[in-house]
């Protein structure tokens, strides 16, 4: 399985080239060439799939050029068998709230946040490739909130890693700050950027794409982007389908930002999984339910501070994934409409591809007051506690959305712990969630970051003076 860029002007690479490297050297993002089938081994674990076993069987299919199914196996099991970092042994449990309703939690890794789920994957996966190429590596991430923890939980500690992770100044929940700061791994460098998270990501960008900086430092990232994040989310959309599909599709709701995890939904769908409608749901941020709902893919003159703080994203880098496939993977279309939207922050969605997106995705934003209902409703009746993010999904559900009457289970995705932003959760619910007992050090451990300006040369400089990577 080779990997192509959206915007069709970089050589193809191989798995891990591609997800060592992050973002194409065009620019675009890499996409596999064809997408391969899971339909056989659906067919063979009727009745038994954990989702160790799925995760596994995805890694090899997306890379069979690079690992055999047994190294598949052994970095699936390292990342999620019974000796990993997850706190449940299913991973991702599915929660039944009501008759047609179930909640997926995916807050049970090290960070309380689905984004360990990848993470764990790709610190494996990076450990596997650095012993085979004896390399060393510089990894960078820009984080809203929940990439950065995970990634230090998955990173710290590794011997030929340096990890610097841009977090947006005052803009993250204590508990999610301490997941960064308070590692204690002298690999690990947090840094408190002025801005918010576009600002971060937008350093990002220029770290990438300044090449002689790039190949100095062997920059690697992790972030949404990454496909090795994609494919190890699959999994869940994969097992739960399975789960609960028995007479026809199970359709989801994913609470988005960066459109990663509700395209890893997609991935799973256009492999053969049972995975009928997914609702996107976003908070005040809200360019993919207007994007849906117009056609005009389109910045807003300003992020919103919400209290979802790792969906306040504007751009939603994953979509490139979706304008690629759903404009019948035409990278000089996808190349023109993204050239246009680096110029004047919007393009128009062609028709043909409005309308193949909509045959998979419906959107709607929720405001905060929503949130902070749908957290008290769903308490009320079920006892569960959400997490904000989670609430948003949860009143997507109860609001609905065009072309969103889905017959069948209705999945949705928690995607943190409610622990993870505890004020938020006390003020509508009245109930503190306490801290689960894996964490229970966090606050007594002592934070170290520096903060940096907005600017990509301090970041630049900051790292070139640190990273062990250097040549
Ligand atoms: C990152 C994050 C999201 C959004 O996921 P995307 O893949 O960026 O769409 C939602 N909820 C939480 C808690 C997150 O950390």
Request: charged share 20%.
């Amino acid at each position: 399985m080779r990997y192509v860029s959206t915007r069709g002007q970089a050589p193809a690479a191989s798995f891990l080239d591609a997800i060592l490297r992050g973002l194409a050297p065009d620019g675009g993002l890499y996409v596999p060439e064809s997408w391969p089938s899971l339909r056989p081994y659906l067919r063979e674990n009727r009745g038994a799939m954990g989702h160790a076993g799925a995760a596994a069987e995805a890694l090899y299919l997306f890379a069979e050029d690079d690992l055999s199914f047994a190294g598949a196996a052994a970095l699936a099991n390292e990342a999620y068998g019974p000796e990993s970092r997850f706190a449940h042994p299913a991973v991702a449990p599915l929660r039944q709230l009501d008759g047609r309703t179930w909640l997926m939690e995916l807050f049970h890794g090290p960070s309380l946040a689905f984004k360990d789920v990848a993470m764990q994957l790709i610190g494996a996966l990076y450990g596997e490739a650095l012993a085979r190429s004896g390399e060393r590596l510089t990894v960078v991430c820009a984080t809203s909130g929940d990439t950065g923890g995970a990634a230090v939980e998955a990173l710290k500690g590794a011997g030929a890693v340096d990890l610097f992770v841009m977090l947006p100044k005052g803009r993250v929940s204590e508990v999610q700050r301490r997941f960064m700061t308070a590692s204690g791994a002298s690999n690990v460098h947090p840094i408190l950027i002025d801005g918010d998270f576009d600002d971060c990501q937008a350093i990002l960008k220029a770290l990438f794409a300044d090449k002689a900086f790039a190949e100095g430092a062997s920059l690697s990232g992790v972030n949404s982007i990454s496909w090795a994040r994609i494919v190890a989310q699959a999994a869940y959309f994969v097992t739960a389908s399975y789960a609960l599909g028995g007479d026809g599709p199970v359709n989801f709701v994913v609470p988005t930002g960066n459109f990663g995890d509700a395209f890893a939904g997609y991935v799973a769908k256009k492999m053969g999984a049972p995975v009928g409608r997914i609702l996107l749901a976003t908070n005040a941020n809200d360019i993919l339910a207007r994007t849906m709902a117009t056609g005009r893919y389109t910045r807003a003159a300003q992020s919103n501070a919400t209290i979802s703080p790792a969906m306040d994203i504007q751009v939603a880098s994953n979509f490139e994934r979706l304008v690629f496939e759903c404009t019948g993977r035409d990278a000089d279309r996808t190349r023109a409409l993204y050239a246009a939207f680096a110029q004047s922050g919007g393009f128009d969605v062609p028709a043909a591809a409005l309308d193949a997106m909509r045959g998979t995705f419906s959107a709607i934003a929720i405001s905060d007051d929503e949130t902070r209902a749908a957290m008290k409703a769903v308490h009320a009746s079920t006892g569960e506690l959400l997490c904000p993010h989670s609430a948003i999904a949860a009143a997507a559900a109860m609001k609905g959305a065009e072309g969103w009457n889905p017959d069948g289970p209705v999945v949705l995705l928690a995607t943190a712990h409610p622990a993870k932003f505890p004020d938020t959760v006390e003020a509508a619910t009245g109930v503190t969630p306490p801290l689960p007992a894996h964490c229970a050090t966090l606050f007594d451990r002592p934070e170290r970051a520096d903060a940096l300006p907005n600017d990509a040369e301090a970041v630049k400089r900051y790292v070139r003076e640190r990273s062990r990577a250097w040549r």
